[in-house]
């Protein structure tokens, strides 16, 4: 499989920053996430980043099993 270089616009930069600046803004809690990961060690990878991502947000890992327990607010699948 190839990979291939992704160009973001600054248009969907900024449309991305005022989303994360909603997500911060949600009230009662801080957002839990999830991320659940299948196959090679570039997923892996990616899986860190994305988490990365979402604690830029303002989100916190949620427990290892909250994806099957309702625990969390979303739950990302990162498969092959």
Same mark, same amino acid.
């Given at each position: ?26 009230? /009662?809690?801080?957002?839990?996430? /999830? ?9 892996? /990878? ?35």
């Amino acid at each position: 499989m190839e990979r291939t270089e992704l160009l973001v616009s600054p248009e969907e930069m900024e449309r991305q920053r005022f989303f994360t600046e909603q997500v911060k803004t949600l009230p /009662h809690r801080p957002k839990r996430y /999830h991320v659940v990961t299948y196959g090679c060690q570039m997923n892996a /990878h990616d899986s860190e980043k994305i988490a990365g991502m979402l604690e830029a947000m303002g989100m916190v890992s949620a427990p290892a099993r909250a994806g099957r327990g309702g625990l969390c607010d979303l739950q990302y699948l990162l498969r092959p």
